[in-house]
């Protein structure tokens, strides 16, 4: 596609219900990121994919946080049992091979009550 | 890990005037360090990024300087412009890459006529 795709754009949710947050990265591009952008604040790294497989999870904040990229193409950021404290604009960046420059997607803004 | 830190918050200039935005960081291993503008709503991109074995990079009316003995970076826009209004991110990573960048908190620049 043209640019890095996220889907939604706005999610409202309450406490405790469970999230999905899409990526549709550039095509041909094999790195993928998923940050998270709070208010006020620079984009905080969670997550790269390097094809299929996590290259770093190190920033994925605890185990309600998941992010998947079964076919090494979309990805998909799951977190369960949100709180109030997740709120926060997802951003998604695909670059070309680990060394490219990262692109990011309008973000997903997750807000929840 | 890494971490950085980005002055002023916030920076308001005239057009024509020039306009510095100071980073520093804390991991001597950091050798990338790129600087990336958000407009408001919009997805950070990026504008110029430096490497370690560089003091200086130039590109058109933007230049960024590294000084890795105090561990500090810098950018620079000079003749600035109305459509220069945004917030300017700086980062750092220890990879080499963008493959996962340390952003400092932004600095929100205004251009005024």
């Known amino acids: 596609g043209a640019g890095v795709s996220q889907t939604p754009s706005n999610k409202v949710t309450e406490k405790g219900k469970y999230v999905e947050l899409r990526c549709d990265p550039i095509?041909?591009?094999?790195?993928l990121y998923w940050y998270r952008q709070s208010l006020g604040q620079g984009p905080e790294f969670l997550i790269y994919?390097?094809?299929?497989?996590?290259?770093?999870d190190s920033g994925l904040p605890n185990d309600r946080f998941f992010a998947v990229r079964p076919e090494g193409s979309v990805s998909t950021l799951k977190i369960q049992r949100t709180e109030r404290g997740d709120s926060a604009v997802y951003l998604c960046?695909?670059?070309?091979?680990?060394?490219?420059?990262?692109?990011f997607g309008e973000g997903s803004r997750l807000t929840v009550l | 890990g890494e971490n950085v830190e980005q002055h002023p918050s916030t920076l308001s200039v005239q057009e024509g005037d020039s306009a510095v935005i100071k980073c520093t960081y804390s991991d001597s291993a950091s050798n990338y360090f790129p600087w990336y503008k958000q407009e408001l709503g919009k997805r950070p991109q990026l504008i110029i990024d430096i490497r370690s074995n560089v003091g200086e990079k130039k590109d058109q009316r933007i230049a960024v300087t590294l000084n890795k003995t105090a561990k500090h970076f810098s950018l620079h826009i000079t003749e600035t412009q109305p459509e220069d209004s945004a917030v300017y991110f700086c980062a750092a990573s220890i990879t080499g890459t963008a493959s996962k960048l340390t952003f400092g908190t932004g600095t929100r620049l205004q251009v005024t006529l």
């Open positions: 994919f390097q094809g299929t497989g996590a290259a770093d």
């Open positions: 095509s041909g591009h094999t790195a």
């Open positions: 960046a695909s670059s070309f091979g680990g060394a490219g420059e990262l692109f």
